[in-house]
């Protein structure tokens, strides 16, 4: 297993839209290998495989807390096939645009189908962090961020901030 680079904002591929994976081997096993390692490393609760810069609809997750025994989830090929009426807003962050949060209004359940880390078929009722998870994730596999549903306004200081930090960070290691 190996820690990966995440990308962050404004890399262009984290707006390139993944492809479903085709077949599930062990090299799709071993992405998700890293990519577990890659965001308990972080620290994280989900990633994106377009974050550490595969373009495969590829999802980890472990919604545990900090002292709990871990829980891995992996979903290949997620598909939202149900999202409720109802909304519910979250404090969202994400790995690709460190240190920066903001409330986002989301369906408030969903169901998914997914193929796991086997490659079986599977079905997931989501509610609560689970559904604002899966929904955030699933936008990645699009090439969607939260700052998307933010006002042109709000969306530009972050990309600001986050891009200034970089090139302040890149300094100090050059
Ligand atoms: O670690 C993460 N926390 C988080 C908090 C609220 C809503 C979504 C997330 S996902 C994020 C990790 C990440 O960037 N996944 O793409
Ligand atoms: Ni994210």
């Not at 936008?139 to 600001?160: E, P």
């Amino acid at each position: 297993m190996t820690i990966k680079k995440i990308l962050t904002i404004p890399d262009p591929i984290l707006r390139k839209k993944s492809t479903p994976v085709t077949q599930v081997n062990k090299d799709t096993q071993s992405l998700m290998d890293d990519m577990l390692e890659t965001m308990y490393d972080a620290p994280g609760i989900g990633l994106a495989a377009i974050q550490i810069g595969v373009p495969k609809r590829v999802i980890v997750m472990d919604l545990s807390k900090d002292n709990d025994e871990k829980k891995p989830l992996y979903f290949i090929n997620p598909e939202i096939i149900w999202k409720s009426k109802l909304n519910s807003s979250y404090e969202e962050g994400c790995l690709s645009i460190p240190n920066q949060f903001a409330k986002i209004e989301r369906p408030e359940k969903c169901h998914i189908k997914f193929l796991d880390y086997n490659g079986v078929q599977k079905e997931i009722k989501a509610d609560g962090l689970l559904s604002t998870c899966i929904q955030h994730e699933i936008d990645h596999l699009n090439g969607v961020l939260f700052i998307d549903y933010l006002s042109k306004l709000k969306k530009d200081i972050i990309i600001k901030k986050v891009s200034k930090n970089k090139k302040e960070l890149e300094r100090v290691v050059v």
